[in-house]
């Protein structure tokens, strides 16, 4: 059995009142939080009250249970809830009473978006995507209607890429499809939010039932979580909340961690710090520290020369040449690749890492080369990829997640056509994409170059989205051999890469030995400049995976200005 320290046993032994735990990356919350669980069970002796202990994945629910259950042994206590929040609201709320509010007669369902029904004009959101132009929210496009909480109520916005718009029928459609019995995961939340105001019987049931509840990752409580949490605090429900505001990273799905602040800061709720670091060596916590105002402590001895908290400056255009130098790093360094990773602000920089090759070409002329490759491989989902990133990255006004919504136009019936259009232009030898099999520089590149502005001309008349200026620039036949592209040997995809390459959001949770996280200047300065945005708690989140060896991909260009303040910070320069 795991030895709690001081901080963690207090907080287990604290009388069974609410509680804010603020707990630093790495320090123990997961064990803390499920001795606390079995501490308030045992207390409740006999009681046939229940206890809760919810978090927002898979993962650590199944990392919780795995824990309590090996405490417990063959005496697990059935009278604990170890469960998602979205899960818990459904078994509890919604599926069981929320068909009363809804104004259904059968038990509520989930919708996936490609039901027939969903035709119906009746049930279709509209959203204003331009002050002239109304569109519907078609098909799959449903789970992105997200709902806000507001003074008067609720808006119903449609979420599409980066931005939100708000409907013009939110509610009406959303009580048309509750008499269906209908909803979708943010629809559930709010049914459910309706439920316990609308049945306070139900509310005084439920609280009966759970007199306590544990909320571990609090700083990803959203709006509708907190509301609902809001009212079962005061039914008498006595809420734990534990997790890193620093850690909050999913503030465009309305999580920023205000909820947890806030309670935090109330004069009612005992709070706790654990600010030891079981997971960093001292020379990571000391940048951690440095970077979220902190001052947690390191319980770990560096014991290698090779470990520590470093930044490498790079050259955008040889990323791959980085990630092959880290993984050499990781390896002198006596550390499992295995159970290391390369780290990423977003998928775009996932990609670009998994595309980026020495073979001909360059730029957006080389994503060409490499898409008419893979169509010569029969590889037409990598090839329609990259013809993707080649075509928005051409489009002055294109929305940031363009990309995205093109390949997954199921989700996205408003880009079906432009869809349709590249995977026309993908397939066509003839008036499209030229063959691999011609020469590179003298007869591919002419072929591509003026095919290419002929189908952004199409897409500018067809979707309104205007070419880039001086686009001959951007289509230059440098680095192109007067080889055919096919023929060439140069042309292997290189060699593949045996480390883990992510998003930050992907790693959350984890404890990695190493990490390289690979940022442009408009991260690393967030990053320096603190926790108080979105992207500078994300490069928080970064450092905070490493055990023993963390590095900052810094891009040369901004090299000069950038490396003294990273010195400050405790960042040295690997060599």
């Not at 709690?4 to 907080?11: D, N």
Request: glycine content about 8%; proline content about 4%; aromatic content about 8%.
């Amino acid at each position: 059995m795991v030895k709690l320290s001081i901080q963690q046993q207090c907080i287990v032994d604290y009388p069974l009142d609410p509680m804010c735990v603020m707990a630093c990356a790495g320090s123990g919350k997961t064990r803390t939080a499920v001795e606390r669980l079995a501490k308030i069970r045992g207390e409740l002796g006999d009681s046939r009250s229940h206890v809760a202990l919810l978090s927002f994945s898979n993962i650590a629910v199944n990392t919780f249970e795995r824990i309590y259950s090996e405490k417990q042994g063959p005496h697990i206590n059935n009278r604990v809830t170890i469960d998602t929040f979205d899960s818990f609201i459904t078994s509890n709320i919604l599926r069981p009473h929320a068909y009363r509010t809804m104004g259904c007669d059968r038990v509520p369902f989930l919708l996936n978006g490609s039901e027939p029904f969903l035709q119906n004009k009746q049930l279709k959101y509209w959203y204003e995507p331009t002050s002239t132009s109304k569109r519907p929210v078609e098909g799959v496009g449903i789970n992105d209607i997200v709902v806000r909480i507001n003074d008067k109520g609720f808006d119903f916005r449609y979420r599409f890429g980066k931005k939100e718009y708000l409907t013009n029928n939110g509610l009406e459609v959303t009580k048309s499809l509750g008499r269906f019995g209908a909803y979708t995961h943010e629809l559930g939340k709010f049914w459910a939010l309706l439920t316990l105001a609308c049945q306070p019987e139900i509310l005084r049931v439920l609280a009966n039932r759970y007199p306590h509840i544990i909320v571990d990752e609090a700083q990803d409580v959203g709006e509708l979580h907190q509301a609902i949490l809001e009212l079962l605090i005061e039914q008498g429900v006595k809420v734990t909340l534990i997790g890193d505001p620093n850690q909050s990273i999913y503030e465009f799905a309305g999580a920023a961690g205000e909820f947890m602040v806030s309670f935090n800061g109330n004069p009612d709720i005992k709070s706790f710090d654990l600010s030891t670091n079981y997971r960093s060596i001292p020379e990571i916590l000391r940048v951690a520290n440095a970077v979220s105002g902190r001052s947690d402590k390191s319980d770990i001895i560096s014991d290698n020369s090779c470990h520590g908290a470093y930044y490498k400056v790079y050259d955008p255009k040889q990323i791959r040449q980085l990630v092959k130098f880290f993984e050499g790093r990781v390896g002198q360094s006596d550390l499992s690749v295995t159970d290391s990773a390369v780290l990423c602000r977003g998928n775009a920089g996932v990609e670009k890492i998994h595309m980026d090759s020495e073979c001909v070409g360059q730029g957006r002329i080389k994503l060409l080369a490499l898409a008419a490759i893979h169509r010569g491989k029969s590889e037409y989902q990598k090839a329609f990829k990259l013809l993707v990133i080649c075509i928005v990255s051409l489009l002055d006004d294109a929305p940031d997640d363009l990309g995205p919504m093109l390949l997954n136009s199921s989700r996205y019936p408003e880009v079906r056509g432009m869809c349709q259009d590249l995977w026309l232009f993908l397939r066509s030898i003839n008036d499209g994409l030229p063959s691999a099999f011609l020469e590179g520089s003298t007869t591919w590149h002419p072929l591509v170059k003026e095919r290419l502005i002929r189908l952004l001309d199409t897409i500018e008349e067809k979707y309104g989205y205007s070419k880039t200026s001086n686009i001959g620039n951007k289509l230059s036949r440098k680095r192109l051999t007067e080889e055919p592209l096919m023929l060439d040997p140069e042309l292997a995809l290189g060699e593949n890469l045996t480390i883990r390459v992510d998003t930050v959001h992907q790693a959350k949770g984890e404890s990695l030995d190493s990490v390289l996280y690979i940022a442009n200047k408009s991260h690393i300065d967030k990053l320096l400049n603190g926790v108080g945005t979105e992207v500078g708690r994300i490069g928080y989140v970064a450092v905070t995976r490493a055990k023993k060896l963390f590095v900052l991909g810094v891009p040369k260009s901004a090299a000069k200005e950038l490396v003294p303040k990273l010195h400050e910070i405790g960042l040295k320069e690997l060599k």
